[in-house]
């Protein structure tokens, strides 16, 4: 290996190091509390190391938000997704679960810590490309009849916000803190279940 590949290598190794620090710190302290030289101070580099990769405590949120709703989208989509509307809804409902539970500080960091208030997602982002399957699901299912007529965008947004919730008490609850703990080990799959049953149409 060259000197410049392993000046490449080391530089991409203390972003990293960044990135994975900085999740964490937000996750459990939140994005008002958490500035560039607690950052520093967690991998115990200098703050002018952190202004290396990141221009500012905005820009490493970016990245963040980027890199863990890439990584959600290739979850959702891993494998292929189902030609049938609903089952492609019900799939990505697991594998939503699925990816909170096995990168918990990510899914903290995503959904359940504040943001910047000027912090936006552009159409090209992986969480807009996330949601847009959910939508676009959404829409297809009530194309062909199966869910009832109503903005898709309403129809999505309750499912998501049906799943989050059960998702959330997952990563944030301790088995024993659960109402007749622990959860159903079929949380999700009911979770789902119930809230594509609200807009479907009944066959007649």
Known sequence: MGITERREREKEEVRRKILDAARELF????????TMRAVADAIEYSPTTIYNHFEDKEDLVEALC??????????????????????????????????????????????????????????????????????????????LGRLRPGPPETIAQV??????????????????????????????QQTCDNALRGFMVEKG
């Not at 996750?27 to 958490?34: K, N, P, S, T």
């Open 27 to 34: 996750a459990h302290e939140g994005y008002d509390r958490v």
């Open 66 to 143: 980027h890199e863990d709703f890439a990584r959600l989208f290739a979850v959702l989509t891993a494998g292929g997704l189902p030609e049938d509307p609903i089952e492609r809804l019900a799939q990505m409902g697991r594998a939503y679960s699925q990816f909170a539970l096995q990168y918990p500080n990510h899914y903290r960091f995503m959904f359940l810590t504040p943001k910047h208030p000027d912090h936006e997602m552009s159409d090209d982002d992986p969480g807009a490309q996330s949601f847009r399957l959910l939508l676009d699901a959404c829409r297809e299912a009530q194309a």
């Open 159 to 188: 499912i998501w916000a049906s799943l989050h919730g059960a998702t959330a008490l997952l990563v944030t609850y301790r088995a024993d803190q659960f109402p007749c703990a622990p959860a159903a080990s079929d949380l999700i």
